[in-house]
């Protein structure tokens, strides 16, 4: 199966300050990956998809790239609501699998 | 509003079986392929399960191959997961979705169900 490694586990940043967060593919995946948020208590929401599509009313401060085996998610200046954990997926092959996730915390 | 709703969890012994269903208002669940992804306290998220729009795929992680089965139910617009031979370590938050478009990406999740096995 594909692995998702996930860097770094915690990323600790002041609101304003601009998040990159990574996600490397054990093998090449194509632009196959999506990106999700989940905060306390709540259901996972899709993010990005492909790499770098931005899902359905999804700020413009959210933006993805990369391609192969390394990508990067980018937002380019945190809002007090996106302080949560991030988790990568791949869609390239069966089984689909998720990064260990990154938890974005205010410093 | 799309929305979908699980239902089914609960405390089950090692060994028992539990069925989750998947509901959805705003869209008809029908038109879309479902993937059931799980979540253990404090842990990250594992892809369960998936079925295709039409029920004639499906799709499941190793680590429940053989025990659990996907269904569709269409003329109640909803999807199962039936769980067997259910382990401590299958406890876990789990969660539908559909998938995204024609990609195998979950969107629209539900709030879970929990799922919890112990003696």
């Known amino acids: 199966e594909i692995v998702l490694t996930q860097s770094p586990a915690t990323l600790s940043l002041s609101p304003g300050e601009r998040a990159t967060l990574s996600c490397r593919a054990s093998q090449s995946i194509s632009s196959y990956l999506g990106w999700y948020q989940q905060k306390p208590g709540q259901a996972p929401r899709l993010l990005i998809y492909d790499a770098s599509n931005r899902a359905t009313g999804i700020p413009a401060r959210f933006s993805g790239s990369g391609s192969g085996t390394d990508f990067t998610l980018t937002i380019s200046s945190l809002e007090p609501e996106d302080f949560a954990v991030y988790y990568c997926?791949?869609?390239?092959?069966?089984?689909?699998?998720f990064g260990g996730g990154t938890k974005v915390e205010i410093k | 509003e799309v929305q979908l709703v699980e239902s089914g969890g609960g405390l089950v012994q090692p060994g028992g079986s539990l069925r989750l269903s998947c509901a959805a208002s705003?869209?008809?669940?029908?038109?879309?392929?479902v993937i059931w992804v799980r979540q253990a306290p404090g842990k990250g998220l594992e892809w369960v399960s998936a079925i295709s729009g039409s029920g004639d795929h499906t799709y499941y992680a190793d680590s429940v191959n053989g025990r659990f089965t996907i269904s569709r139910d269409n003329p109640k617009d909803t999807v199962h997961l039936q769980m067997n031979s259910l382990r401590a370590e299958d406890s876990a938050i789990y969660y539908c979705?559909?998938?995204?478009?024609?990609?195998?990406?979950?969107?629209?999740w539900g709030q879970g169900t929990l799922v919890t096995v112990s003696s």
């Open positions: 997926q791949q869609r390239n092959k069966w089984p689909l699998t």
């Open positions: 705003g869209i008809t669940l029908t038109n879309y392929a």
């Open positions: 979705a559909r998938r995204q478009s024609s990609a195998w990406y979950p969107t629209n």
